[in-house]
């Protein structure tokens, strides 16, 4: 799996980007925490996600956050390096 999201990531351009998932998002965020992209990589693609996708991490505790964001359109993941935590990602209207 990290492959094909290193592959993914060696590739990304803003316009395609608007192809990945919010599932695609979530893998491409735990790879950045797996410190095999090095910060200055993290950082580039980090800008081009943010151009279509906006995260937000909030804890299992805010259930009403989560209910509110889920309305907005959020999906969401456990983070995998914290129980406590949830990872919401919403894709942008073109």
Do not use: C, P
Request: net charge positive; glycine share 4%; no cysteine.
């Amino acid at each position: 799996m990290n492959l094909e999201y290193l592959h993914i990531l060696k590739n990304l351009t803003e316009a395609q980007v608007w192809k990945l998932s919010e599932e695609d998002v979530f893998n491409i965020i735990e790879l950045f925490r797996t410190g095999i992209v090095s910060k200055v990589e993290q950082s580039r693609y980090s800008k081009i996600l943010e151009n279509v996708f906006e995260v937000r991490t909030i804890s299992f505790r805010q259930e009403l956050t989560e209910t509110h964001l889920r309305k907005l359109g959020f999906v969401f993941f456990n983070a995998t390096s914290n129980d406590s935590l949830l990872i919401g990602i919403h894709k942008r209207k073109k």
